[in-house]
């Protein structure tokens, strides 16, 4: 068909068609799987133009890339931009360093759903309460430094 823009359909030598999009990042075309017709393919290739002029589009190859090296990048960016200023850079990096990383780095972003993420999650929390007998997100035990502070109470204020 005419006037294909960001994609192309080529006929493969099973009779079926190929979609080959075109990455707006690179420019270079890349195989976007196969159809069993050109019109299927035409019609998949339009949807895909469509979601990356709308910014909605997700390129498919970028689930194969590791966490680890995602995150790795992520920091490096986020860090050289002055997005993130020292301090949370550095903390962001350590936990990653200590709690992603370790369980989940080996895996592509493309296996990261939601059961694999709460599995992750509850482990994390579980070590946590093992460790030092309370949840990460709980505060320290409150300890009065002096008389007064513990004879301090907080005011309350009664609605009628």
Do not use: N
């Not at 359909?9 to 890349?30: C, I, M, N, W, Y």
């Not at 390129?59 to 993130?84: F, I, K, N, Q």
């Not at 350590?94 to 709460?118: F, K, S, T, Y």
Request: glycine share 10%; with cysteine.
């Amino acid at each position: 068909m005419a006037g294909r823009h960001g994609y192309s359909v080529r006929a493969l030598k099973s009779g079926r068609s190929q979609l080959l999009l075109r990455d707006p990042e690179t420019g270079k075309h890349f195989g976007s799987g196969s159809f069993d017709t050109e019109a299927e393919a035409d019609l998949q290739g339009q949807r895909a133009v469509v979601e990356q002029h709308g910014g909605t589009w997700l390129d498919p190859r970028r689930g194969e890339v590791l966490l680890s090296e995602y995150l790795t990048d992520w920091l490096t960016t986020r860090t050289a931009t002055g997005r993130h200023g020292d301090r949370y850079g550095a903390e962001a990096a350590r936990l990653a360093r200590l709690h992603i990383v370790p369980q989940l780095g080996h895996r592509q972003l493309g296996e990261l759903r939601p059961p694999v993420i709460r599995k992750w999650y509850d482990d994390l929390v579980a070590r946590r309460i093992k460790e030092s007998g309370r949840p990460a997100w709980s505060p320290p035990r409150a300890t009065a430094c002096c008389p007064p502070c513990s004879a301090r109470r907080p005011k309350t204020r009664s609605f009628a």
